[in-house]
């Protein structure tokens, strides 16, 4: 039997986002650089587009984070991407990175404004605003810089609601921001992956049909981890399908043999979502 695919829309532009970037527009004359935080697991679609006309002309910075999640071979790769465009990219994992070596990173994309205002004789604070979609890691990033839980951080998107300033060093500070996602969404596979990392209010979706668009992202870019983790020797075409497989070889079954899809969804999303399922990047450079 199967489940016709239906089109899995996401859209999810709270009234905070529109104050909060309003905020955030009336900060831009103090701030010097740009540090924009990404999922390493999908650096292209979890950058916001609005971020370009909204920074223009500012110092710009990449870091990839929840890089311990991501496949390491395709975050090389994306940074290397990132420099051929003249950004200076960063892989990190706010779980256990190095916080000093990530530090002297940032200073270093500063290390121009720092100079430039050396020759003007002025030894001014570096001002840099960190900013990208819900539940990247912004806060938790800042806070393992600053080497204490000073910022609000959860496993959620709307966590930070307003702007926050944090000093690193006697030149050097931070302003943490709320997660801005753009008003409309067009691409359906866009969606699909910042609903999939945790970047939209759950509640919003349709948890069986993102399941359903898992397994067929994960069919796509790394179907030998979806064999592997559920003993599945030919994953079916139709997710659907898959996802019935998952729930026999997992045991999750009702009276009559009956697949337990609800269980099978919530566990299949939780284990990706915990990276359980092995290392994961949904896009690479040229594809997307």
């Given at each position: 039997m199967n489940k016709k695919q239906k089109q899995l829309t996401v859209q999810w532009y709270p009234g905070h986002m529109t104050k909060a970037k309003r905020a955030l527009q009336e900060q831009l004359k103090m701030i010097d650089m740009v540090i924009e935080v990404v999922d390493a697991r999908a650096p292209k679609s979890t950058r916001n587009p609005d971020f370009d006309r909204l920074f223009a002309g500012k110092a710009r910075m990449l870091i990839l984070n929840k890089a311990d999640l991501a496949?390491?071979?395709a975050t090389k790769r994306w940074v290397a991407h990132f420099a051929a465009q003249g950004i200076y990219?960063?892989?990190?994992?706010a779980i256990g990175g190095n916080a000093r070596a990530l530090q002297k990173q940032i200073e270093q994309a500063a290390a121009?404004?720092?100079?430039?205002y050396k020759k003007k004789g002025v030894n001014k604070t570096v001002r840099t605003c960190v900013c990208g979609i819900p539940n990247v890691g912004k806060s938790a990033i800042l806070n393992r810089l600053i080497g204490e839980k000073r910022l609000k951080e959860g496993n959620k998107p709307?966590?930070?609601?307003?702007?926050?300033?944090?000093?690193?060093?006697?030149?050097?500070?931070?302003m943490d921001?709320?997660?801005l996602l753009w008003p409309k969404i067009h691409d359906e596979r866009t969606g699909?992956?910042?609903?999939?990392?945790?970047?939209?209010?759950?509640?919003?979706?349709?948890e069986e049909e993102l399941a359903y668009y898992l397994i067929r992202l994960l069919s796509e870019v790394c179907p030998d981890l979806l064999r592997d983790r559920y003993g599945i020797e030919e994953i079916?075409?139709?997710?659907?399908?898959?996802?019935?497989?998952?729930?026999?070889k997992r045991g999750f079954l009702m009276r009559g043999g009956v697949a337990d899809v609800e269980r099978g969804c919530k566990t299949l999303l939780e284990e990706f979502r915990n990276g359980k399922l092995g290392t994961i990047t949904f896009e690479l450079p040229g594809e997307v």
């Amino acid at each position: 039997m199967n489940k016709k695919q239906k089109q899995l829309t996401v859209q999810w532009y709270p009234g905070h986002m529109t104050k909060a970037k309003r905020a955030l527009q009336e900060q831009l004359k103090m701030i010097d650089m740009v540090i924009e935080v990404v999922d390493a697991r999908a650096p292209k679609s979890t950058r916001n587009p609005d971020f370009d006309r909204l920074f223009a002309g500012k110092a710009r910075m990449l870091i990839l984070n929840k890089a311990d999640l991501a496949d390491p071979a395709a975050t090389k790769r994306w940074v290397a991407h990132f420099a051929a465009q003249g950004i200076y990219a960063v892989a990190y994992s706010a779980i256990g990175g190095n916080a000093r070596a990530l530090q002297k990173q940032i200073e270093q994309a500063a290390a121009e404004i720092y100079e430039k205002y050396k020759k003007k004789g002025v030894n001014k604070t570096v001002r840099t605003c960190v900013c990208g979609i819900p539940n990247v890691g912004k806060s938790a990033i800042l806070n393992r810089l600053i080497g204490e839980k000073r910022l609000k951080e959860g496993n959620k998107p709307g966590v930070t609601r307003g702007l926050t300033w944090v000093r690193l060093s006697p030149y050097l500070e931070c302003m943490d921001s709320p997660g801005l996602l753009w008003p409309k969404i067009h691409d359906e596979r866009t969606g699909a992956v910042i609903a999939l990392i945790g970047s939209v209010r759950q509640e919003i979706l349709d948890e069986e049909e993102l399941a359903y668009y898992l397994i067929r992202l994960l069919s796509e870019v790394c179907p030998d981890l979806l064999r592997d983790r559920y003993g599945i020797e030919e994953i079916p075409e139709d997710a659907y399908e898959a996802l019935q497989e998952i729930c026999r070889k997992r045991g999750f079954l009702m009276r009559g043999g009956v697949a337990d899809v609800e269980r099978g969804c919530k566990t299949l999303l939780e284990e990706f979502r915990n990276g359980k399922l092995g290392t994961i990047t949904f896009e690479l450079p040229g594809e997307v």
